[in-house]
């Protein structure tokens, strides 16, 4: 069976949204412009193409190694095996985040997406996290959808005044956040322990995961304490932006009394 061609995407054609070449990706690496991420042509070599690589690995910026079709797809311009997608915000370092936090003599809330892919629901749940006092979001470097313009727009801004943390894996985020006695907490379906029983007041990160397949074991499996949102009537699931913002309600109301 003929593999199918890669399909190509809005977002990414838009001209604003993309760098093409080695020596614009390069230049804009140096100068600290804001990169969700670089794809690179899987056996492009040379001098810029290293330099690009230790530049990304300094900032935390992820590298795709592709085949040049998928680069081919997404451009008409001269890539020279290298396609780099702006961000629309400045991702924050997590533990400097949090060291800004209790400096401040606060107790940290944060928020932790796993696998939630549609924009539309991470910039309402942005919009929410700003409305109850959130400190930051963490979302891993693959498996969430990129917060480009439709993210902004779903967030009404939110998304530029709550920081978004970027870490490589979020096992790397939670064992970050222990280290720092910040509990975690995961939201799942049919746990015993229900949201109006949970303590918000104290260092805590919550953990949201996808509609569909929920938050993955591994992850789970390092949460202090599993809960779910008491219904009256049972359902596959609440979307998630919603989950979120009742779970963030019952938080910001506990934190404010």
């Known amino acids: 069976m003929p593999r199918e061609p ?19 990706v ?4 140096r100068r600290n412009a804001h990169i969700d991420k670089i794809l690179l042509y899987k056996n492009a070599h040379g ?18 190694y592709v085949p040049n079709e998928k680069l081919n797809s997404l451009t008409n311009i001269l890539h020279q095996g290298i396609i780099a997608f702006k961000s629309s915000i400045a991702y924050a370092d997590l533990q400097q985040n949090i060291d800004f936090i209790l400096s401040n003599g606060e107790s940290p809330l944060m928020l932790m997406l796993d696998g939630i892919t549609d924009v539309r629901n991470i910039g309402a749940i942005a919009r929410t996290a700003f409305c109850f006092g959130v400190h930051a979001i963490i979302i891993p470097e693959k498996g969430v ?17 709550v920081p978004v943390c970027r870490v490589r894996h979020l096992l790397e985020g939670l064992e970050i956040l222990q280290l720092n006695g910040i509990r975690i907490f995961a939201s799942a379906m ?17 953990i949201m995961g996808n509609e569909g397949t929920g938050i993955q074991e591994a992850v789970q499996a390092k949460a202090d304490t599993l809960f779910s949102i008491p219904m009256e009537k049972q359902f596959d699931s609440l979307n998630v932006s919603v989950a979120a913002g009742i779970i963030l309600y019952e938080a910001g109301k506990q934190r404010t009394h």
């Open 47 to 64: 001098d810029s193409i290293t330099e690009i690589k230790k530049l990304a690995k300094e900032r935390n910026i992820p590298i795709q």
């Open 6 to 24: 890669f399909k190509r995407s809005p977002d990414y054609l838009s001209k604003k949204n993309i760098i093409t070449g080695r020596n614009p």
């Open 26 to 29: 390069m230049e804009a690496l």
């Open 190 to 206: 049919n746990q015993q322990k229900k949201l109006h029983e949970m303590e918000f007041r104290d260092p805590c990160c919550i």
């Open 145 to 161: 959808g990129a917060l480009q313009e439709d993210a902004m727009k779903s967030s009404a801004g939110a998304l530029e005044h």
